[in-house]
């Protein structure tokens, strides 16, 4: 499976972006899919997941209720809406992939079998 970021850009605070996660593959239907985020100078962090099929999202506190994850499989494709944007929630987004058989939403970066290159997300004041 090879996955790839796209979507980020330059927003301003109270604004609104869509990422995706394109995945080539056609087991793709097979994996549980997070978002993380690394700002600069800062760990890189778990933002939200969706299991392998769709059933099941986790989001963390920073973004819950303004962040929206999805999937749509026949596409091969997961999302995460962005709404309400912060200045704090700049950073370089990615997406991974864990196995269906892994704990969904896993916040330790060796949890997950693939990665993407990552979007950079840009909130200015």
């Known amino acids: 499976v090879q996955l790839q970021a796209s979507g980020g850009g330059l927003v301003q605070a109270g604004g609104s972006l869509r990422l995706s996660c394109a995945a080539s593959?056609?087991?793709?239907?097979?994996?549980?899919v997070s978002w993380f985020r690394q700002a600069p100078g800062k760990e890189r962090e778990f933002a939200a997941a969706i299991s392998w099929g769709g059933g099941r999202t986790m989001y963390a506190a920073s973004v819950k209720g303004r962040f929206t994850i999805s999937r749509d499989n026949a596409k091969n494709t997961v999302y995460l809406q962005m709404n309400s944007l912060k200045p704090e929630d700049t950073a370089v987004y990615y997406c991974a992939a864990a196995l269906y058989a892994k704990p969904v939403g896993a916040t330790g970066r060796l949890e997950y079998d693939y990665w993407g290159q990552g979007t950079q997300v840009t909130v200015s004041s």
């Open positions: 593959g056609r087991t793709f239907s097979s994996y549980h």
